[in-house]
């Protein structure tokens, strides 16, 4: 990279931005934002990941993704909070497929292993609070 020139991830976020700000309400999905920006799918997916990290610390309004619309600037809260939901609702089943696949084996086999039952105690409560959540 060049003296002065912008690192990757920024670069793409602003034209991502850009794109997202010109298809207004409408949102785009990862080939659209693909073929808008002449961007790969992974650099679309850094430049979303980077604006997610720059909204939020600018307090600037959030992207959204929808299966019906793609990504989107949302002024709805409501929006915000379905987008939410679902981050929650898929943690919570990665967390539960750590917990059924490999954690309540590894207790089945040595219960009395202190790692194993302090990981369960403290992944009990996580669990119950994503499922709130997620809700």
């Known amino acids: 990279m ?3 020139a912008r690192p990757p991830a920024e670069h793409y976020g602003d034209l991502v931005r850009v794109a997202l700000m010109e298809a207004a309400s409408a949102g785009l999905h990862t080939k659209q934002l693909v073929a808008a920006t002449r961007l790969t799918t992974s650099q679309v ?3 979303v990941r980077h604006l997610r990290h720059v909204s939020a610390a600018e307090h600037l309004t959030p992207i ?5 619309d793609g990504y989107m600037f949302s002024d709805d809260p409501a929006d915000w909070i379905e987008y939410e939901k679902r981050q ?6 990665r967390l539960t497929q750590v917990i059924t ?3 309540d084996p590894h207790l089945a086999r040595y219960p ?3 790692w194993a039952q302090l990981a369960a105690a403290q992944l ?3 669990r119950a609070t994503l ?3 997620a809700k």
């Open 2 to 4: 060049g003296r002065g």
């Open 45 to 47: 997916a850094r430049g």
């Open 64 to 68: 959204v993704w929808t299966r019906r």
């Open 88 to 93: 929650f609702r898929q943690i919570l089943g």
């Open 101 to 103: 696949g490999t954690l």
């Open 112 to 114: 009395h292993d202190d």
């Open 124 to 126: 009990t409560g996580v």
């Open 131 to 133: 499922s709130q959540l």
